[in-house]
């Protein structure tokens, strides 16, 4: 179930019964020469609304901009700032608490977030437990990244061995393309793409990644390989969720 | 074009004939007992891909949670305060003018967001031009709120008359069921309604409007409206972005 | 009475029969060749006295720099960003809060100020309500623009017609001649003077309205119109403050 | 001259001869029984505007609200809180700067304000420093206490010994009385006045002095003191303004 | 070298020959029934002094505070909000850099560091590209944790297999007793430890690990084990650092 | 007893008998040709242990960058925004507050600090009184600045007379030399010295002073002078440490 899609009064049943919500989170990126911008939205998105009809949960909207900062060189990225980042999840989350959730699955698609959303739950349980809320203690928040489930990561290996890369990977690239089957891009990819390079800022960058890719080699994906990824991903978290929501402590 | 569908050269490409931008708003807030949760974010985000089609302009990612402080009593509601979303659309705009986009063409379907969104503006231009950044005072802001077009007014008015009232109203709900004839709701409608209290803080808004509703009858809704009302908001908007997008001073 | 000639003691007895003060709010802007840098917030503090004195409200001190960023091109404008003006009202209306007052009526004499003035009514009623301040959602705010009332706007039309213009207009010309008809300027004014363009940032407003009027012919103005300008918003601001303060919900 | 009292042009006149200006600075804060609760912005006000006339300088809009956080426990005192008062003055100097004024000379009325205005100042140098601003390393700002002048000082001690105390005093309270002699209130004083505590939050300053005087006889005060007050700050002060606007560096 | 240690002219020496500088970073939490309180920030700054000797690098102050938010239920703790953390370090750096400091190398003692230290490096690029500072690009940071050296991590596992833990770990305890050998520490330690729960707030965190270790056994370090793990880390960062201060890209 | 060689235990059993605390705060900045960049941190921790011995008082760990933007020119200063200041020092003593600290005594290095210092104090109470934090209004805090104590002062104008100066005084690097009788510094110190000028921005404060030194000079500074100093500021600060602890208002 999509929260967007519901009435207040059915949000009010479900919290009857649960407390948990799932949260997509995204970025606004290049994705190489042939990657899309929306790509980590899109499949964050994806893959939440087939965990959510797995297990009932409610999906929140999604998070489309988050920190990408390293990105910005390239026309098209558009990021938050971290503490405009942090600020915006407690915002977002204080109003879910204030309703009765407690319990946050974030489901993610960008490795440039992860520090920064992590950082966010940790000011969140702070500000809420210096406002006294009754019940704060109970609440709990966890992000899963689809990328770096266990079985999702060896059938990267497998397909694309070292070309899956770190950024513009096949893996990511195939599962658009599921979602998207009419917008598959095609664009001169240099054999040779960089990788190894540390991330500083956005010009240093682009210097080192000058296509936007990292290390890896888009062209290998397709949308079939998308659909498998897809189906993974959503059964890894489908169990990760479930156990989430059900711990006490 | 969805900024999300298009690869960061495809961008660079596009901002070699045009700086502008479409950037739909909306809001995460109770839309009374039969209003969809994600209504205003919905029609924004219809709309403007609308107005992106007949301009070819590009559609930047939704904002889909707004200003919505004051819904904030009924569960499902997500909102952001003020001064974060003045930072968020600051940043966000910020990103966007580096890469040498110049005018932002807001289409709003929340009437709630206007005022902060209109402060952000101010932020914005005063941000650009106290870093010094080159031709920031060529920088333009525009918020169009589609429900406020003179053609989607009057037809607002003749099909509903009182009855359109001023949240969840017939229109907009109309509109959602166009966009996703699969999810209309129905649920028990008092017949009164109640209207014309001013807003306040969120338990007394809830209070004043103890169902979401304020004036409304959304019973009156039909997808057949709603396609009436996203046509006329996309050429009435259609028609703004042009001049938006044509004037030098 | 104004706040800054009363004893706390007085204060502390007021408290027991009103919970309601006005807090007038102006800007420090350009106006023009021959308006007053401070003429919005003179207007706005002469007829809060006027309308304190109808009603035995607290006059607070006069909120004397607003929102004025778009005219911060030309020397002697002051401006608040709208964050701090923002912070700076929560800060304001809390501590009155934490002393008992529960209804705050804004006379404002800046159209500038009222996106930011509205975002910061939202943001102060969910600081108390995540304070868990008791009673906060009692507290209302309301901005009442003087030069919107419709008796004033309609005398404005009959004096001036479209010479009211929207900015430096003879109206609020002629309430500060009346208030210090000492300092009644004169300037070369152009007979033709730029109108119609939308604002944005203070660099580009400068250049469409070189000598800053937008729209009007201040020369217009005279201390006896300026009588009845006060006049008629001192009648029609008391109404609306006693209709405010009389309200329960 | 008040720059509220003034046209953009003839500032803009005034800065092709100098770049200083002169801002009161109050607070809006219990006085004890006796004192009005704008005392501390009375003062600087009437103050600066008599130095303003001796001097030729642009006398700035009075800072009415400023931090007196710690008599918040008593009604109809309003303050900022420290960050927010450094934005604000970051954001007020920042206008004029960009103006073309680079000597600010602040007139302060409170001992409560001064911790923070000093450090508003390095905020701001800081800032200009930041964005690069031309000529920012010119700028000097300077906060002149007006009860702190040798030859105030030494009539407050001999008119009133130790009875002048350090809050609520009679020398403020004649300056008052010296400005509006028919707001000269009257209400009874213990003999007995709380003295010696030193100073930490709010309801831990009411219950250390109960009545708001700290060591204070303000009974003692008198029109015609206000009048010698008066006279001696505008004659220290306008030598101190004119030394800061000569100094070089 | 310490910077603490330095005069101003050495550092301007230094800069004609190195821009590089290690920045010790540890934490202020519970370390269990026998750890020290300042174990993270000891142990960054001991290595970090080590690092520098033989690199001849410039050690600045160490940050002693951090993010523990998840600490704060337990005496003695003391933290950061994220937000106050990535300001902290946008300040420190920006010191630096503007005296043409231009790579960062944090030695870092606690893992609730990472997260807020990497979102505070993305902040400090986009700062300094925003401020249009020369050379800007040229800013490199990077964290490197003691205790996740490859060899520090198997000397580690091999003295304490699994007792090692996660928290208040023997290693930590070692090293800080190689440091301190006059304040080593005893108490009772029960044989079961709490481990295996995922990290929310702090009253959660309390309740799930009531003595502060996690997973560990403390009992087993020894000074002498916190000599090797002092030259296995100093060694291994040593080498990081070298890396890091020649790399150009 | 340094907090950081404390365990959590042993802050809880503390805490049963004394809610006091001691916190050094210094400041990273130059100190003259012949100061060591860290001398008010250097001082401010030794002579806070020294008063830990004498009075049993935990010290917290040392503040060690403070508010030096006005010594930014010169390479090797690290400074805080004042902002950043307050809101560190509010995180800081918050977390001790909550586990139940309440007297919090500054030993202060840095006559820059004090501004931002005592502001904090006036927002850190605030914070705790709008949280509704139980006995927040018990909560008191104190900045004792070694450098002013009566017996320090007059130690310094007897050894040194008018060449005690202002900054890198030979009293700090006198204190300094005692403490690190190692690293005392030589280098060649002009005769003449600047004096004199106000402090503004950091630019200006290199023109006015530049090598660092504000009318001193410490080439009269000797380690047993320190070993003097130190013992003086200790036996004033215990003094007043233990008056402090000991008031109930
Ligand atoms: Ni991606
Ligand atoms: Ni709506
Ligand atoms: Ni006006
Ligand atoms: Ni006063
Ligand atoms: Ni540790
Ligand atoms: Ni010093």
């Not at 290390?215 to 290998?220: D, E, F, Y």
Request: net charge negative; glycine share 8%.
């Amino acid at each position: 179930m999509q929260l967007h899609l519901l009435t207040w009064q059915e949000v009010e049943k479900y919290l009857t019964h649960s407390n948990g919500i799932i949260i997509p989170i995204g970025s606004t990126e290049q994705h190489g020469p042939t990657g899309l911008i929306g790509t980590d939205a899109i499949c964050a998105e994806k893959i939440a609304q087939g965990v959510g009809e797995n297990t009932g949960a409610i999906v929140a909207p999604t998070i489309n901009v988050g920190m990408a900062l390293h990105h910005t060189a390239f026309p098209g990225t558009i990021s938050l700032r971290p503490t405009t980042l942090i600020l915006y999840i407690q915002d977002y989350l204080t109003s879910l608490f204030k309703a009765g959730f407690k319990k946050f699955f974030f489901i993610n698609g960008h490795g440039g977030n992860i520090a920064t959303v992590k950082a966010s739950f940790s000011q969140f349980y702070d500000h809420l437990d210096s406002m006294n809320f009754a019940n704060s203690e109970q609440v709990k928040c966890k992000i899963a990244n689809w990328f770096m489930g266990r079985e999702v990561y060896q059938l990267a290996k497998k397909l694309y061995g070292d070309e899956e890369g770190s950024h513009a990977t096949p893996s990511e690239v195939a599962l658009t393309q599921f979602v998207y089957p009419d917008t598959i891009k095609s664009a001169p990819l240099d054999k040779s793409v960089a990788t190894g390079h540390p991330i500083y800022g956005a010009k240093n960058f682009r210097e080192c990644y000058p296509d936007g890719r990292m290390g890896s080699n888009p062209a290998l994906a397709t949308p079939e390989h998308g659909k498998q990824f897809y189906e993974l991903a959503v059964k890894e978290l489908t169990a990760s969720y479930q156990d989430f929501i059900s711990i006490n402590n």
